[in-house]
């Protein structure tokens, strides 16, 4: 009878063992995890205050100033390990849109003042593959290691324009969207892109 108790206890003692190891293994302590720890470049609250502060200076570097609705972050976690463990980095991205109606006629002027702003260390690839929109997204530089881009969603034919400003950090260490909190321009947007709703007698004419 103590035989099949024992055999009993090593058994349950393997499967508490292959239980933790797996735990470990399937929430970011792996070998391959604990790897991406090493080259992470950003902690989740260092790729927070670069976002912010980009965003925070690109939007105060526009004048006279525009209106702007709530914020979002998306974390783009990396694709798993080839042995399955899940990557430990991700991409974050926080944006903001422009509640101002912004003329087209004034999307020149916005683009400029961007590249005035950022030292000329922006780029305009050419074309665009969203049929929603004429202008090519301009991508700069941002704060610490950000990439500011600023999006121009209409055409020359629109009455005004939709513009959405985000920065983006890359090779952060992983932590959920709901990690970051709010935007630092108050309430985290619910996902509905609106419609800009605000007047301005510059940039909306």
Known sequence: MKRPRRALGCSAVVAVVLATGLGLFYNGYGPMALKDRD?????????????????????????????????????????????????????????????????PAKVPVLL??????????????????????????????????????????GSSADSTVQVVMSAEAFEVRYQPEKDYGAPPIGERSTGQQLAPDVDDPYWSH
């Open 39 to 103: 080259n992470a470049r950003l902690s989740p609250g260092e790729a927070k205050a670069e976002l912010d502060d980009t965003l925070q200076a690109a939007m105060g570097a526009v004048v006279p100033p525009l209106a702007y609705t709530g914020g979002f972050y998306a974390v783009d976690r990396a694709p798993e390990h080839a042995d399955g463990e899940p990557s430990l980095l991700s991409g974050v991205r926080e944006a903001v849109l422009v509640r101002t109606k912004v003329a």
């Open 112 to 153: 400029d003042r961007m590249t005035q702003f950022w030292g000329g260390d922006c780029r305009r690839p050419g074309g665009s593959d969203n049929l929603a929109t004429q202008y090519p997204e301009m991508h700069c530089s941002g704060r610490g290691d950000a990439l500011f881009t600023l999006s121009v969603i």
